[in-house]
């Protein structure tokens, strides 16, 4: 089996061959380890494309993510500043929905305009043409309600979800209708099969299960159904310890739940197996950046054996690696699934 046939089997709740294994998004680390940086790849499809291309060959990754790093350019596309930073994703320098007004004012068609978010499409639809035979190639973006924050600022989110809900539910309903914009075109031409998002912002260590359910859930499933008509798998990872809503997960509408590597990874398979795929949880820091190889591989072994050996699990980082991890410890990781065999 190829690696995107590896990726889709587990992502249909299948059994391939060997356990599925990828990092999450991975942008900070191939552009910062491919000697280039966010800004000069920005404008240059080319160079992201050859970037792309020549980091999936040297990762073995079996999903390629398009556009990792750039998730705040979708809200900068609408009348935002972008900072560029040495290292690491770029940031969007501060909110640009403060009233209803700013958000009636705002027009989603304007993502359609952008530079950057021009390039990234184009990257994607070069490299898919190159490697999307081997690899399953997506676009990454945030998911609904990590993009209302954006768009509004995180601790005004996290007030408003007290004080102003029913403006929360409008910020959120808007930012879904621009991810369903976002990728209709990419979806309809059969440019993608698998949308990627992160909705960090959801993170069990931010909201409440009973937050997430009243304002990310509904958003996250109206997003995935339009996925789902289309017959595209979505991959949504969400941070933080979300062991106390795995239960919820299934309703997302997600194939498959990326989990942060303080998720109980022996309650997720207790509770996910044969509902939905997951995927986990190495600890991006503390294992991937600071672990030696043999560390890498021994907490591999040890996820996989508690998780991973009857299918419906893609063996990932908690969370996407800082640009400095070792290129042994990547290795260390990726060998590690794909030597095991599951059939």
Request: hydrophobic share 40%; with cysteine.
């Amino acid at each position: 089996m190829t690696p995107r046939q590896t990726i889709l089997k587990a992502f249909e709740g299948g059994k391939p061959e060997r356990v599925p294994v990828t990092l999450f998004g991975g942008g900070m680390w191939s552009i910062h380890n491919w000697g280039s940086s966010f800004e000069e790849l920005s404008t240059d499809p080319d160079r992201m494309t050859r970037m792309l291309v020549e980091m999936s060959d040297r990762l073995q990754c079996d999903i390629v993510y398009a556009g990792s790093g750039y998730n705040n350019f979708h809200a900068a596309a609408l009348g935002g500043r972008i900072k560029f930073r040495e290292m690491g994703a770029p940031d969007l320098e501060e909110p640009i929905v403060n009233t209803e007004e700013d958000l009636a004012n705002l027009n989603i068609e304007d993502i359609d305009r952008d530079a950057t978010i021009k390039t990234i499409k184009e990257a994607l639809k070069r490299t898919k043409a190159e490697i999307g035979d081997t690899y399953v190639v997506t676009m990454t973006a945030w998911g609904p309600f990590t993009l209302a924050a954006r768009l509004v600022g995180e601790e005004q989110m996290m007030k408003a979800t007290f004080k102003r809900q029913d403006f929360v539910d409008r910020v959120v309903g808007f930012a879904t209708d621009l991810l369903i914009h976002l990728y209709e075109p990419l979806v309809d031409d059969g440019t993608l099969e698998v949308i990627s998002l992160a909705d960090p912002t959801a993170s069990g260590d931010l909201i409440s299960k009973r937050q997430f359910q009243r304002f990310a859930l509904p958003a996250l499933r109206r997003f995935t159904d339009w996925a789902r008509s289309k017959g595209v798998h979505v991959l949504l990872h969400i941070c933080g310890n979300t062991t106390d809503r795995l239960d919820v997960f299934p309703e997302t509408g997600a194939s498959c739940i990326s989990l942060d590597h303080k998720t109980d990874i022996a309650k997720a398979k207790e509770t996910l197996y044969g509902k939905m795929c997951f995927a986990g949880n190495v600890d991006p820091v503390a294992v991937m950046l600071q672990g030696t190889p043999e560390q890498v591989t021994e907490t591999c072994r040890q996820i996989i054996e508690k998780a991973g050996t009857d299918g419906a699990f893609v063996l990932m980082p908690g969370c996407d690696i800082p640009p400095n991890v070792p290129y042994e410890n990547i290795q260390a990781f990726i060998n590690t699934a794909r030597q095991w065999r599951l059939q």
